[in-house]
C-alpha cells in the first residue's frame, strides 16, 4: 500500500514511521509510506501556507492553493487520486471497522492541518474522507495522522507475524482484553491469579471470558449494549 502524508512538519514522523512495525513495513517494502512537505506547494518568498480568516476572528487558517497543488502533483485528476483524508475533530471517529476499510485500499492521500483550521474549501473539494482520531483537541492532525497510518499498517497482508495477529483477533470483538500476567508468580506481594496457573485451559479461558466482559461492562458499557457511540469491531 502507498500512504502520502502532507504537512507542514515533515520532521514530526521521524520516529514514528522509520521504527518498530512501521519501519520493518516499509523496509520490507509492504508499505510505501511517504512524507511531504506542503511548503514545497507554497509559493512567494517567505513560502507562507496560512493567511489570516475571512470574516475575522483569532489565529490562521491554512490556504487552500497548497493543499491543492499537492494533491494535483502527486496524484493528478480527480479520478486517479486515492482516498484523501483529513485529519479534524469533526471527521468520523476512528474506529476498527473504518480502519479495516482503509487498509483495503490501494493507496491513502493524508493532509495533516495546523492553526485554528484548513479552507474549506480542502474539506469539500480534496478530502473524501474527515476523519477524527478522538473527542480532543491537539495541535494539529500529525499525532492523529500517526494514529491512521499504524492502525491501517498493521492489517496489511503480511506486516504482523503469526503471533501478533493471535492478539488482532482477540481485539475483534467488541470486547476489551482480559488481564495478562507472566513470571513472577508473586511480585511485591501481588499474586498471579491461581486459575491461570493452574494450567486448566479450559478453567483459564472461562475466566479470561468472564474478566473481559466485567471490565468491559464497567469502562466501556457503550461496547456491550449500553449507551450508543461506537464499537470497537
Ligand atoms: C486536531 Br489544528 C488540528 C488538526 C487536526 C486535529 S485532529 C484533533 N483531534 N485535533 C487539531
Given at each position: 500500500m ?26 520490507s ?7 511531504h ?16 480568516p ?15 497543488d ?16 483529513l ?13 479495516r ?15 485554528e483550521?484548513i ?10 474522507d ?13 499525532a ?5 497510518v499504524?492502525?491501517?499498517?498493521r ?5 504482523l ?6 492478539v488482532?483477533?482477540?481485539f ?7 488481564p ?11 499474586a498471579?491469579?491461581e ?16 474478566r473481559?466482559?466485567?471490565i468491559?461492562r464497567e469502562?466501556?458499557p457503550?461496547l456491550?449494549?449500553?449507551?450508543p457511540?461506537?464499537?470497537v469491531?
Amino acid at each position: 500500500m502507498r500512504i502520502d502524508v502532507v504537512t507542514i512538519f515533515p520532521d514530526y514522523f521521524h520516529g514514528p514511521f522509520d521504527v518498530s512495525l512501521l519501519g520493518r513495513a516499509r523496509r520490507s517494502g509492504l508499505l510505501d509510506l511517504r512524507v511531504h512537505d506542503l511548503r514545497r506547494w507554497a509559493t512567494g518568498r517567505h513560502r507562507t501556507v496560512d493567511d489570516t480568516p475571512y470574516g475575522g476572528g483569532p489565529g490562521m487558517v491554512m490556504a487552500p492553493a497548497p493543499f491543492f497543488d499537492a494533491t494535483e502533483e502527486l496524484y493528478g485528476a480527480v479520478a486517479d487520486r486515492p482516498r484523501t483524508v483529513l485529519l479534524t475533530p469533526r471527521g468520523r471517529p476512528l474506529r476498527q471497522p473504518l480502519v479495516r476499510e482503509l487498509a483495503t485500499e490501494p493507496g491513502l492521500l493524508v493532509l495533516c492541518g495546523r492553526y485554528e483550521g484548513i479552507d474549506e474549501r480542502v474539506h469539500e473539494a480534496l478530502a473524501t474522507d474527515e476523519v477524527s482520531v478522538g473527542d480532543y483537541v491537539l495541535s494539529g492532525g500529525e499525532a492523529a495522522a500517526c494514529v491512521l497510518v499504524e492502525a491501517v499498517t498493521r492489517l496489511l497482508p503480511g506486516v504482523l507475524g503469526n503471533a501478533e495477529s493471535v492478539v488482532e483477533e482477540s481485539f475483534s470483538g467488541s470486547r476489551l482484553e482480559y488481564p495478562h500476567y507472566t513470571r513472577p508468580a508473586v511480585y511485591r506481594g501481588m499474586a498471579v491469579p491461581e486459575v491461570v496457573r493452574s494450567g486448566d485451559h479450559a478453567r483459564v479461558a472461562a475466566w479470561r471470558r468472564a474478566r473481559a466482559l466485567a471490565i468491559t461492562r464497567e469502562r466501556r458499557p457503550d461496547l456491550v449494549g449500553g449507551e450508543p457511540g461506537g464499537e470497537v469491531d
